[in-house]
C-alpha cells in the first residue's frame, strides 16, 4: 500500500515510513492511494471474531509488505490484551434504537488507547528494526497525552514531548500525564488553547532547526496508524448489530475529526454505514462547516467537554482531499488561504462528497448536562461530557426506526468528575486501574505560548537521531 500527501508534492511513502513520518513533508496528511474494499461476504465472514482477530483482518490491507500478517495478529493481541473488558470496546443498548460503543476501557479510560496502544508498539517495531530513534512531538487537549504517553513511556529509542493548554483540561487528565515518572517523558503546558498547540506542532515537522537533528514522529491522529486502528471499532459495532444485512448510522463526539473520519474509512471500505452524525460542542466550526459551508476558526470556547475545545480540525483536511477528486495541488491552495484567512468555503464538490455520508448537531452545556441526565435517569448509565454531546446529537436524528444508531462513548465519566457530578448529582469514582493517580508527584514544564521557545526546550532535550 502506497500513502500519498493530501498537498501533493511530498513523497509517496509505504506504511512503515508513514507511520514514522506523521506529517507529510509539504504540510500534508497521509492517506492510502486508494481506499480497500472489502465486498459484502467478505465483512459477513468477519462476525464473531475476537477484538484483535477482527483488527488484523481490517487493518492487513494497509500495512502492506511493512508487517506479515502473523506479526500483525501478535501486534494486535498485544495492545488489545491491556484492556479491562474482554470485548475491547462493548456495546452496551439505551433503547429500541441508541446504543453505545464503549470505547475507554484501555489503560487511560478514553478512546484513544485503542490506537494509541497499537502505535507504540508499531514505534517499538519498526525502530528496533532500523536502529533508529524518534522524538514524539504531540499537542493534547487531554486524552492524547495520557493514551500517548503510556503507550511510549520507558521506551529506549523513544523521547516524548507533549503539549497541553495550561489549566484547560480536568485534573485527571493532567495527572495521567505528569505523574508518569519515566526520563523519556516530558509534559509541557503552554499559556493557550488546544488550536495553539496544535499549530506549534504542525510547525516543528518542518523546521529545519528540528528536522535536521530529530526524527520528528506524531501521536496525534495527523499520524494515519492512528485512524487506521480506530476503523476497526467501526466494524465491531456494526457486524454486531447485524451489518453487512443491516446499515448502521454512528453518532460521533467530534473535535479534531479524526474519530469520525475512521468511520467514513470504515464506509468507503465496504461497512453500510448510514450516517455518520459530526457532533459538536459550542467550538462548532465543522458543524457550521457541514450545515452552512463556513468553515471559520473563531477563538475557543472552555467547556465542560474540554477535549473537543478545538477550532482547527485537522482531519477535516483529509476529508477535502477525497471529496474533492483528491487534488493535492487545489487542496494545498486552499489551505494556504485558510492559514492566511482563518476561514474556508468548501467547494460544491466537497459539499457534496461530504453530505452523502456526514451530518451534524452541536450541543450547548445545557443540552450536554439534559443528556447525561436523561441517560441516567432512563438507562442507569453514567455517561461523560463528550459521550453525552455525542448522544444528544443521536437523539435529534429521525433514522427509520430499522437503523441502529450507535453513539461512540469516547471517555469514562470518571476523567471529567465535576461535570457529571453538577449534571448528574453523582461523583463518579476512578477505576482502580488508574491507581493512586492524585497521591503521585507531579512533573510538567510552563512555557509561554511561544514557538521558538518550546522548540528550543525540546532541542535541549531529546536525544538527536542516529
Ligand atoms: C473524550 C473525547 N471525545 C471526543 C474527542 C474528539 O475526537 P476527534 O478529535 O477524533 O474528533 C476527543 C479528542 O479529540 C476526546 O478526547
Ligand atoms: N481531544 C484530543 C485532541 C487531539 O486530537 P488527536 O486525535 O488529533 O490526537 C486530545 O484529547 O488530546
Known sequence: MEYISTRGSAPALDFEDVTLAGLASDGGLYLPIEWPRFPAEEIAAMRGLSYPELATRVMLPFVGESLSENELRNLCGQAYGRFAHVAVTPLVQLDAQHWLLELFHGPTLAFKDVALQLLGLLFETFLTRRQQQLTIVGATSGDTGSAAIDAVAGRDNIDIFMLHPEGRISDVQRCQMTTVNAPNVHNIAIAGSFDDAQAMVKRMFVDEALTSRFRIGAVNSINWARLMAQIVYYFAAALQLGAPDRRVAFSVPTGNFGDVFAGYVAARMGLPIERLVVATNVNDILH???????????????????????????????????????????????????????????????????????????????????????????????????????????????????????????????????????????????????????????????????????????????????
Open 288 to 466: 457550521r462547516a457541514l450545515s452552512q459551508n463556513d468553515y471559520s476558526a473563531g477563538k475557543v470556547t472552555p467547556t465542560s467537554a474540554p477535549s473537543m475545545d478545538i477550532q482547527v480540525s485537522s482531519n477535516f483536511e483529509r476529508l477535502l482531499f477525497d471529496c474533492g477528486d483528491r487534488d493535492g495541488v487545489a487542496l494545498a491552495q486552499q489551505m494556504k488561504g485558510f492559514d492566511a484567512e482563518k476561514a474556508l468555503k468548501l467547494t460544491e464538490r466537497q459539499l457534496g462528497g461530504a453530505a452523502e455520508l456526514f451530518t451534524s448537531c452541536r450541543a450547548d452545556e445545557s443540552e450536554m448536562a439534559q443528556a447525561m441526565r436523561w441517560a441516567s435517569e432512563n438507562c442507569g448509565q453514567i455517561l461523560d461530557p463528550h459521550t453525552a454531546i455525542g448522544l444528544h446529537a443521536a437523539r435529534m436524528q429521525d433514522c427509520p426506526a430499522e437503523v441502529p444508531i450507535v453513539t461512540l462513548a469516547t471517555a469514562h465519566p470518571a476523567k471529567f468528575r465535576d461535570p457529571v457530578e453538577r449534571a448528574t448529582g453523582f461523583r463518579p469514582s476512578l477505576p482502580a486501574r488508574v491507581g493512586d493517580l492524585f497521591a503521585r508527584q507531579e512533573r510538567c514544564t510552563s512555557l509561554p505560548g511561544h514557538y521558538e521557545t518550546v522548540r528550543d526546550f525540546i532541542a535541549d532535550n531529546a536525544t538527536p537521531s542516529n
